[in-house]
């Protein structure tokens, strides 16, 4: 029997892995896709994160992967409104570094098979879990072949679709937000080097990022879901609201997204545990989600290991564990609403109301703040 089963090999299963694999728990990641997928959702890596990389020696490799942003710039119709700086965050994060999510996938997996070989085990479908007090027992598929495994406790990471909380039965309320948007990624074809861009416009916000390889990812308001929208029209509609031209036919990612807010009503039944999406969702904006699921795996796998040691199963810490990080979560949401408020269309006599409330709020005195806010500073757990 295994200490710990991990349902899901995103980066949140892939994370806890690595620190499980640490802690000398044995454990295994079962995973159903065959490969990392290739959609890029995640590009956004916050200075807590980073530091609870070093935990597991993975930091120093997604640093050098990705750009570190050291500054985010807030323009207008009139040009550049503020810049908000990230000096002050963190001694030695001092950025929020960017890095598409399958190229951050693939670095912890890779991580994960040094630390502990043959631990992801993909096409592995979980179907079904039974617990006692004692045990859960998992049944999946893998290939055409049924496997029954057990372990003492299951980490359902397996996303905002979670099987396992609905195995759990546990209740995953929320909303769909009317805010829509569609993002791309181009060539880098502007003078802002590795600063991120927000526009806010009064058609809606325009926001845009320096990807590795000279690229540079945009994510544009959109009044409605443009699922058939192509590079052609993004590029337009940045045009619009920018005034800049990006080169449609050399677009190497098109997607686009709605925007959700939603949480499990627990994140613990029995000795079953959900982190991640599987137990919060927030919009993207802000990029907060993924990064909320490392700072669950990281207060988690502490008590789980103490929870494996333990003789009987005491559940007030996991039971602690769950109440703290649905109030992380809550509070993720809110930034992410008051993101979403701030890059809503305006009539354009209001434009000049919202700049001057920017304004005010990039002052020297109020800046730091913003800065710990961004790049969420608040969310780092104790141990
Ligand atoms: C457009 C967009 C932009 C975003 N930008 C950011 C950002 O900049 N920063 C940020 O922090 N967050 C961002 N997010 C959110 C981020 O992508 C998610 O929070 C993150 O992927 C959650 O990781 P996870 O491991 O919990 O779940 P997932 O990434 O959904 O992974 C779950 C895994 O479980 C596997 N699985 C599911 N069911 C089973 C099963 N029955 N058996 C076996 N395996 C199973 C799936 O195949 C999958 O690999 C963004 C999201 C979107 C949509």
Not at 261 to 285: F, K, N
């Amino acid at each position: 029997m295994l200490d710990v089963l991990i349902v899901g090999g995103g980066p949140v299963g892939l994370f806890l892995g690595c620190l499980l694999a640490q802690r000398g728990l044995s454990f295994q990641v079962l995973e159903r896709r065959t490969a990392t997928s290739s959609h890029s959702r995640a590009v956004g890596l916050h200075p807590p994160a980073l530091e609870l990389f070093e935990r597991v020696g993975a930091a120093q490799a997604a640093v050098q992967a990705g750009v570190p942003v050291r500054s985010g710039v807030l323009r207008g119709p009139g040009g550049v409104v503020g810049e908000l700086d990230f000096a002050g965050v963190s001694p030695r994060y001092p950025f929020v570094l960017v890095l598409p999510q399958h190229d951050t996938e693939k670095l912890l997996e890779a991580r994960l098979s040094e630390l502990a070989p043959h631990s992801l085990r993909r096409s592995v479908v979980v179907q079904s879990l039974t617990q006692t007090n004692e045990r859960v027992t998992v049944r999946a598929l893998e290939g055409e072949a049924e496997t029954t495994l057990q372990a003492r406790f299951v980490v359902g990471a397996d996303g905002r679709r979670s099987l396992i909380r609905s195995l759990l039965g546990v209740a995953f309320r929320g909303r769909t937000y009317p805010d829509t948007y569609l993002m791309g990624d181009f060539p880098d074809t502007t003078a802002y080097g590795s600063r991120a861009v927000l526009q806010l416009d009064s058609g809606g916000i325009v926001e845009s990022f320096p990807l590795p390889g000279q690229r540079r990812r945009w994510v544009a308001y959109t009044p409605s879901l443009r699922l058939t929208a192509s590079a052609a029209d993004l590029s337009t509609l940045l045009a619009e609201r920018t005034g800049l031209h990006v080169p449609a036919q050399e677009c190497s990612m098109l997607s686009a997204f709605e925007t959700r807010r939603h949480a499990a009503q627990t994140m613990l039944r029995g000795r079953a545990v959900l982190i991640g999406d599987a137990a919060h969702e927030v919009s993207p904006i802000g990029g907060q989600g993924m990064n909320l699921g490392w700072l669950d795996a990281a207060a988690l796998a502490p008590l789980l290991e103490q929870a494996v040691q333990g003789q009987p199963f005491d559940t007030r810490p996991l039971e602690q564990f769950s109440a703290a990080r649905l109030r992380s979560a809550r509070r993720a949401a809110r930034q992410a609403e008051i993101n979403m408020w701030l890059g809503r269309p305006l009539t354009p006599l209001l434009v000049p109301a919202r700049e001057a409330l920017m304004r005010a709020a990039l002052r020297p005195i109020s800046a730091p703040k913003l800065a710990d806010v961004f790049t969420m500073r608040w969310s780092l757990p104790a141990s």
